[in-house]
């Protein structure tokens, strides 16, 4: 059920919002205040477990971290993994296998700075493994190209497009171009990627939301924005208390029959 109402919330009428969670806890909070949906951060999840981001989480930690936030929601989880954490496409499709057998509908999976080429074979192992289950899928493709400034300009849109028609081909169906915020530049890719939705990151002085999807994006990502922010806030107060400051956690706290009633 959930797999075709995830698919079905790229198709409007409104954006879909995924304000990224990266536990239990931020998942369940989040799907509170009403999000349709739940989208996990690669670096806040790899944070919470104990690693740095960057493909390197243990396959084993994605999944115990995949079940304990779909064992606490109701509405879709789509999870980011990386590059797959491998260039083997094969174990990324059989990880990708698990990360849905634990309770994920839906996936993120990027090229980074990686080959094109190699992001089509992971994109239509995963495909095919998963055709074979029953299971309906989203995988999201993202490319890294604004990210990572690979091209600028025009030069970019086209990379993107390329890319897209490229990985849409190995079976993806979305795409997430993190970096992008030129409106032009969103609607040009929006109207080439066609009928594929596109996914965008929240970076600062973003357009406001129906702006964005005047000019065809279907899907805002906050990325690992409220996880940094969380570490921050944390960090503040905690450095307050060590100097002996207590006022300010008990004004900004969550109150905790609030918090424990989330898990009732």
Known sequence: ??????????????????????DAVTARLIESLGAKAIATTSAGLAWSRGYPDGNALPDDQL?????????????????????GYSDDPRAVARLVARVVAAGAVGINIEDGAGSPDLMCKKIAAIRENITHSGVDLFINARTDVCLRGIAS??????????R??????????????????????MEAIAAA???MPLNIMAVPNLPPTDMLQKHGVRRLSAGSAIAQAALACTRHLAAGFL????????AAGAEYGAANQLFA
Request: charged share 15%; hydrophobic share 50%.
């Open 193 to 195: 990627i066609k009928p």
């Open 164 to 185: 897209a028609s490229r990985y849409r081909a190995a079976g993806c169906d979305g795409l997430f171009v993190p970096g992008l915020a030129n409106t032009d530049a």
């Open 1 to 22: 059920m959930s797999n075709h109402v995830f698919r079905s919330l790229h198709q409007g009428p409104a954006l879909l919002l995924l304000p990224n969670a990266w």
């Open 153 to 162: 300009g025009a030069a970019a849109i086209e990379e993107v497009i390329h």
């Open 243 to 250: 100097a002996g400051t207590m006022s300010e956690m008990f």
């Open 63 to 83: 999944i115990a971290a995949t079940c304990d936030i779909a064992r606490v929601i109701r509405v879709p989880l789509t999870v980011d993994i990386e590059g």
